[in-house]
């Protein structure tokens, strides 16, 4: 009877550890979307009702239960697009993506960060993202494929203005430019500044559609910027961008 109550008790366990590491792995998948606050209102629905019935209350429970099978067929209708896109994003992963090495990732950095630099002294405009773990198959294709080996001299000469690759976005994998002249989706968040120019969007939509690090250099002022999640930091120092690309880079390991 006690190895029955033991049993039972350790699958009790197992079953909360495994639904909490669930609902923490949406959640970081979902931050910084509307459905984030979605998900925690549904979290809220969750825990109540498993409090009311540990305390025996069959009427708030039936209640709470029927009010719960509604609120999801209501998500689904109202967060269709999101739902969607969620989804979409959950494919594009590569699950046997093969990391590269801490050596070749810093020595990426540095040469991203120091092209950024020097675009940003000569107020030259560049759009440039840095895969992480999802695909970018899709807008690698909608580029001109390169498959050079990276270094800041060359992604100075592709952003120079009035040669061929300069307009669109090039995506780095690795220690390797994979394409330039790409195609990445403008944001379509209805908040943002309206000075915002269109690298900007794109880098945001980007950001919004993959987990990709998007660094942007603004022809008009010079200032560099980095979108990670939907999320723009701008005005960024040289410095400060490769000690929150080591952060983001670092997450991966």
């Avoid at 498959?147 to 669109?168: K, R, V, W, Y």
Wanted: aromatic share 10%; with cysteine; proline share 2%.
């Amino acid at each position: 009877m006690n190895v029955a109550v033991g049993l039972l008790h350790w699958r009790s366990i197992i079953e909360i550890l495994v639904l909490w590491a669930a609902v923490y792995s949406i959640f970081l998948f979902l931050k910084g979307t509307k459905a984030a606050y979605l998900l925690r209102g549904t979290f809220i629905l969750m825990v109540s009702l498993m409090i009311f019935q540990l305390l025996g209350f069959p009427v708030l429970t039936r209640l709470l239960a029927y009010f719960f099978a509604f609120f999801l067929i209501f998500v689904v209708i109202i967060f269709q697009p999101e739902l969607r896109e969620g989804l979409i994003r959950l494919g594009r992963r590569h699950f046997f993506y093969i990391e590269p090495k801490k050596e070749e990732i810093e020595q990426a950095l540095k040469e991203i960060v120091s092209a950024a630099a020097e675009l940003s002294k000569n107020k030259i405009g560049a759009l440039i993202a840095l895969r992480r773990q999802m695909v970018l198959k899709g807008y690698i294709e909608s580029g001109i494929m390169l498959n050079a080996d990276l270094s800041a001299e060359l992604l100075q000469n592709i952003f120079f203005p009035a040669t061929p690759l300069h307009d669109g976005g090039v995506i780095i994998e690795g220690g390797k430019v994979s394409a330039a002249s790409c195609l990445f989706p403008l944001s379509e968040n209805t908040n943002l500044a309206k000075n915002l120019g269109m690298r900007h969007r794109a880098a945001l939509g980007l950001s919004e559609h993959s987990d990709a690090l998007v660094v942007v250099v603004s022809e008009e002022n010079g200032s560099i910027s980095l979108a990670i999640n939907g999320q723009l930091t701008q005005e960024l120092k040289a410095q400060d961008l490769l000690t929150i690309l080591r952060g983001q880079m670092s997450k991966n390991a």
